[in-house]
């Protein structure tokens, strides 16, 4: 089982920008694919981006594509998410999950809030 803990979320200025940290323990292999998801009021949780935990090519949703970046520290046990240029519709609560590819177990962090005014 991997535990997860998110950090950095905050309040920004349109335009400004943040960077999410998802430090993880536990059981953290290869096969783990590292995932951030955003949730904002009244909507479903849905998809922002992800990376293998041992590299590859990253991925993202198409409303972040050029914005945010994704990336992992293995000697840290640590994701990352760099948020620029953010927009007020990027305002939610940001969770970090971490599947593992080969049982199809996933672990989710507990959230953290991303407020963006106009």
């Known amino acids: 089982q991997v535990q997860l803990v998110e950090s950095g979320g905050g309040l920004v200025q349109a335009g400004g920008s943040l960077r999410l940290s998802c430090a993880a323990s536990?059981?953290?292999?290869?096969?783990?694919?590292m995932a951030w998801f955003r949730q904002a009021p009244g909507k479903e949780r849905e998809f922002v981006a992800h990376i293998m935990w041992n590299g590859g090519t990253p991925y993202y949703t198409a409303d972040v594509k050029g914005r945010f970046t994704i990336s992992r520290d293995n000697a840290k046990n640590t994701v990352y998410l760099q948020m620029n240029s953010l927009k007020p519709e990027d305002t939610a609560v940001y969770y970090c999950a971490a599947t593992d590819l080969n049982t199809g177990i996933a672990s989710w962090g507990q959230g953290t809030q991303v407020t963006v005014s106009s």
């Open positions: 536990g059981r953290v292999f290869s096969s783990h694919r």
